[in-house]
């Protein structure tokens, strides 16, 4: 079984903090990686995706990877009431975490 | 507009009544997934196609069968429902197969409810 692990949470950040969502993969032969947001009851639509070592930047979201390590995380700045929601971490597309909860408080 | 359709949005059912839950896109995507949604669980596939007439089990395949028979249609058919299928359904498109940089799209998700 090919694993994806995130912490359930929740994270609270305060509003305008840095959040910090990571995720661990079991499967070293794994080279895409992609990271969803998804409301409560909502699909889930795709923030980034990275598959190259390091960091990858679009606005205020950071995708890192470390292959060695096999983990990736999403780093977001200046976090918004908006952003609450559960972020799903996905190897190979289609393999998925079980989603981290995070609250952005006002 | 790209998308992926399911339908039924909304389905409650009584155990054992055959039902099926249709899934279209519009994007010419070859592959194509069934992904189910328990509170804690994460998504969990179902089945996957990738292409047609090409079908294959996920990780929580039992009770479940699909088709392809057409590129743009993946129908999910539970034949004897159970309460424990009782979950949130998401079917899902990509262009690539798993190993791409191609992303998923996502139906707007069908809540089954078997009682």
């Known amino acids: 079984q090919k694993e994806v692990e995130q912490n359930s949470g929740p994270l609270s950040v305060p509003e305008g903090a840095i959040a910090s969502l990571n995720c661990t993969y079991s499967d070293r032969g794994s080279q895409s990686f992609f990271w969803y947001r998804q409301y409560s009851g909502k699909s889930p639509e795709l923030i980034m995706f990275i598959y190259s070592n390091g960091d990858k930047e679009d606005g205020r979201f950071t995708a890192q990877l470390n292959k060695a390590s096999q983990y990736v995380s999403l780093l977001i700045r200046d976090s918004q009431p908006s952003d609450s929601a559960t972020y799903l971490c996905?190897?190979?597309?289609?393999?998925f975490g079980s989603g981290t909860k995070l609250n952005v408080k006002p | 507009e790209a998308q992926v359709t399911q339908n039924p949005r909304y389905l409650i059912t009584v155990t054992g009544k055959k039902l099926t839950v249709t899934c279209s896109q519009n994007?010419?995507?070859?592959?194509m997934s069934w992904y189910r949604q328990d509170p804690g669980l994460g998504l969990r596939q179902i089945y996957y196609?990738?292409?047609?007439?090409?079908?294959d089990k996920g990780d929580v395949p039992e009770g479940y069968k699909v088709s392809r028979k057409e590129k743009r249609n993946f129908p999910l058919i539970l034949e004897s429902p159970s309460p424990n299928q009782t979950s949130l359904y998401f079917c899902?498109?990509?262009?690539?197969?798993?190993?791409?940089?191609?992303?998923?799209?996502f139906g707007q998700g069908t809540r089954l409810t078997v009682v």
């Open positions: 196609s990738m292409n047609v007439e090409v079908t």
């Open positions: 994007m010419n995507h070859e592959y």
């Open positions: 996905a190897a190979n597309k289609f393999y």
């Open positions: 899902a498109s990509s262009l690539q197969g798993a190993v791409g940089n191609t992303e998923a799209f």
